[in-house]
Structures are given as C-alpha cells and as structure tokens.
C-alpha cells in the first residue's frame, strides 16, 4: 500500500514536472517561430522593396535618361559566329 | 464557580465539550462532503469553468503565398500589417483620450467618437484595418484600455498594372476576388493555426501554452508570365493605344513549344495596389474575357484546311476577278481587282473574295472541324476565371453567304488569347497545345490539327505578309524571318456592321524558320486616323518581338547581308 501510495506521488510529480517542462519548450518554440516570422517579414519587405526599385520603366528610365542608354541598332551589332 | 443544578462543575464541562466537539465534527463532515462534491461530482465543469477564466485558444495567422514570374521575380506578395480594434465599453472609459487615439490612427475624431458610442452593445470593431506594424505599436503605446491590434496580410504587387489583368488580386481579408488570385485561391491561401494561451485579469495574454493545430501558409504559385516581356508588351501596347486613340487593346505572347503565356497585358489597366476607384471596365483582362471578330487574321486557318483537304496547294490558283463576288443578296469584295492569283497571294495581299471561294470550295463539315481544331469555339484550358469561349456556330447552321464570311473572319468570334493560341498550333508544326497560365515543367501533350507540312507551307506563306508586297510590312524585326497576318475588322454593332469602328489585329509568329513565340495585337477602335492592322498593330509586334527575341537569346534567322569581315570569329581568350 505504502508503495503504490508512493508511486502514485512519485508519478504526479513526474506528470506536473512533464506538463511544465512541455510548455516551456512551447514557449521556446513559440519564440523561435516569432523570429522566423519577423525574418521572413523582413524578407518579403527587402523583396517588395527590390522589385520596386528594379521595376523594369523605372531602370529603363533611369538607363535612358540619367545614362543616356539607348538600344543599339542593326547597324551597330556586330554577330559573333562561334 | 459553583453550579447552580448542584452537578458538579467537571461533569458540565465535559457535557459541553463534547457538544461542541460533536459541532465541529459535523462542521468538518459537511466541508468533507462539499469536497468530495466538488471534486468528484462537478469536477470535470468546475476545471472547465476555471480555464474558461484564463485559458484562451488565440489564432495564428498564416499568410497567403507568393506570386512570381517564371523565373521567380516577385509579382504578388503578402506582407504583415496590423489592424487596430477595440472593444468600444472598454475604451468608453477613458473617452477623453479617443482623439489622442484619432490623431495617431489618423482618423476623424468625431467619427471615431460616433463608432464607439454606435457600438457601444458590442465586443469588436475595428477602427482601422492594414496599418504598417510600426504605426500600429504607436497607437498601442498610447496604452489606452480596450484597443487591440490584429494582425493580418496585405497584398502587394510590386508590378502594379503591368501585370494587374493576369493577377487580379485579392480583398482586404486576402481572399482572391479576381485572375489568378481567385482561380488559385485554394491553393494561395493558407489556412489559420489555432494556440491555447494563458491569459490575465485584463485579458492580456502573459504565455503560450499548447498549439491546438498547426498553421499551413499558402503555397507559393509560379506563373508561366515573363515579367521581362509582360513589361515590354504592356509599354509597347500603352503606347500604340494612346497614339491611335484606341479605346482598348490587348497583347498576347504564347511560348510555342509549351503553350505557356509568357505575356498577356491589356489596355487601359488599372494598379492594384490601389483600388480607390473601381471601374469594371478598367479591371477586365479583355485577352481573355472580350471577344471580336478577326477579321482576315482568321485567314490562315482557312487556308490551312484548304491545303490539309488536299484539294489546294499554295500555287493553286484561284480567280477573284472582277474584284467582288456575289451570293445571293450579299457581295464579298476586295479592295483591288487582284484578278488570277494563287493561294499564297490570297493570303499575302488578304484577298476577301479568294478566301471565299477557298472557304466555298469546302465542305462545310470539314472545315467547321478544322477551325474548332484550332480551339476556335472552345476555352482555351487557362482556367482564368470569366474567360469567354468566343463564337463559333455549328456548321449545320452555317449557310452560302455565311461560308463565305467566315473566311475573312466575320461571323465567328474569338477572343485575343484564342487567336495566340491557334497561331501557336500552326508554329507548332500543327499542334495545339493547352495554354497555360502556370510555369509547366514539362511539355504537355497537344491535338494535332493539320499536319506538319501543311503547317511549314502556311508559315512560309504567312511570311510573304511581312514583306514589301504583303500587308504586314510593318511587323518585320531587324535579323530575323517574321511570319504573320493583319487583320482589320468592322466592328459589330446594333442594326449591322459600323463603317467607321474597327478592331485592328496582328498575329504572328517568329522566328519563321523555327517558331518560338506567337504574338496577337489587338487594338479596339483606333481613331487616329489609321485602322488598318498593318498600320496600327504590326509595328506594336514589331517593337515587342524585336525586344523579346534578343532578351529570350533566339538566333537570328535572317542576317542582314553584311560586308566581309564584320563577322567576327569566336575566340577563346588567351
């Protein structure tokens, strides 16, 4: 009887001590997944943020305006034959 | 003390000491039973009851999937923001602060009044939805009793109206609402997880305790679209609406080996990111939902069953003289009296009335099976929501003059994503290929329409257009062979056709000598003065192909005759 009582103790501390150890590894988990979640906020922000600036009329502006690019012509290519 | 009953004084006492004994006995019995009550009988509400008290299950969001291009350039992209909501009794209380709060929501202050005071029976309203995380907190640290922040994703696309048509976009709670957002919803959307948190008094939540199901972002969804040429389609295509005064146009590029779309841009369009002012007109992806009637751009596949019947070939010829040609009441004419000619000439200088009397000299049921072959009649397997299946009677119900018509393109309508779609099955050595709004990895399996010679024989054919002599001059690209058709319709309207709206159309396909990519231009009533296709749509697909083929690496196919020794051997660098 003195066993089982004991047991019976000794489990219900177990059980109490599993429950707290689980939810400080939740707390743990939660934790790391915030930061994931703020890094890929990040990142999706950083990807907006680059494809704005390389929007394709903004550099082609950029290129024919500020660099004073223009698209060569027929006349100006010359065809390397391998 | 002495006892008045003349008991004596140790035996009272011991009377009332058991007495008071037996009290507590009973006193702890009954807190006994209550215990045992509570904690065997209603023990499993009471714990209920308890965690109901601080336990509370709290969603974690889960964002919606990323949209690219094929080669995985951002088009569609989620991005956290907060929404700020309150609890309107709480916040009553502190109703002298509420045009703080205004001024850093950036609201009216008396508005945010009157919603507060409105709603005052309930528990949630919001006051203001997708504000950037960083204004958010500010209003947070106003620290006011009652104002929660709620985290949710807005869309962004980064390619605002250049690629708005093909993507739609999806409303404020991120669902699809239009394109491929909404065709691709179940598969975009990601599905909110559910956690149990340990909550205070106030409602705080102070930890996390268990996740309750596991939230499933949404799938990120690669597009077939070439945001490379999406965006030299849609300059190209915005500037030839403006100059022409068109009321609309459209532009449509299709990889010839896959089917895939690699452009498909409209006019006018609208952005996406900012939808103040809708206007349906502004939001339909008119490629794939308007329909028009082609005009001679439908001259090819005519053509093309006529030389797969066996009974023609391009040098048989056909007399269009006396330059019209009459069926019942009505009469086919050409511009010119093009007198004897043979097929190839029909479709270099778009003779209506040789066309006819190719188209007459069929069976009906036969060509009718050619041309639904070509997918005219029948949706093209984009899956683009709304996408209109065009027009193509049944040739039971086609007579004489309705034969005739057909063959330069009256009396059937299609829509621009069609018309790309037949033209790509005649590149394809006569295949058609399932068009795909998807990036596909592999090539799908097609329809054979007409065989491979047939298809050789029209494409060299079609590349008499864009000549000096054809009709299609305009559409030529500097180093390379060009094969297509103008077309330039009336349009239709009540009472008959109009003389003086049109829909001018170029379709093509290019290289010549090795197709790699179709194109259709279409421009929806131009009225600058020019109308022809040729005028009007061809130098749009010149402009666009000379671009897209140096920017995809095709070979040139036509070198321009140059002096010796501008062709410089490769060599290897020391």
Redesign the interface.
Known sequence: MLVLWLALAASGIACVYAKHESRKLFVELQRLEAARDELNIDWGRLQIEQSTWSTHGRVEALAREQLDMSTPGPAELVVVKP | MIARSGQPAGQTFQIRARFLLALFAIAALVLLARAVHLQVMTSGYLAGQGEARHLRVAPISAHRG?VTDRSG??LA????VDSVWVNPAELAASAGRIPRLAAALGADAEWLQRRVAGNLGREFVYVRRHMRPGDAAQVVALGLHGVYLLREYRR?Y???E?TGHVLGFSNVDDTGQEGLELAFDHWLSGEAGA?RVLKDRLGRSI?????IRAPHPGRDLTTSLD??LQ??AY?ELKAAVQHHRARAGSVVILDIGTGEVLAMVNQPSYNPNDRAQYTAALYRNRAATDIFEPGSSLKPMIIAAALESGRFEPGTLVDTGPGYLRIGANTVRDKHNLGRIDVATVLMKSSNVGASMIALALDAEYLWRVLSGFGLGRLTDSGFPGESAGLLSHHGHWRRIGQATLAYGYGLSTTTLQLAQAYAAIGAGGVRRPVSLIRLDRTPGGERVISEATARAVIDMLETVVSDEGTGEEAAV??YRIAGKTGTAWKHEAGGYSRDRYTSVFAGLAPASEPRLAAVVVLDEPRGGEYYGGDVAAPVFSAVMT?ALRLLAVT?DR??A?PPG?????QESP
């Open positions: 990323t350039e951002p992209v989620s991005t956290p962004y980064p390619a605002g250049v956690k930890e996390d305790v268990e996740r945001l490379r965006y030299l300059r500097a180093g671009d040139p070198l321009p140059q501008i062709f410089v051997q490769a």
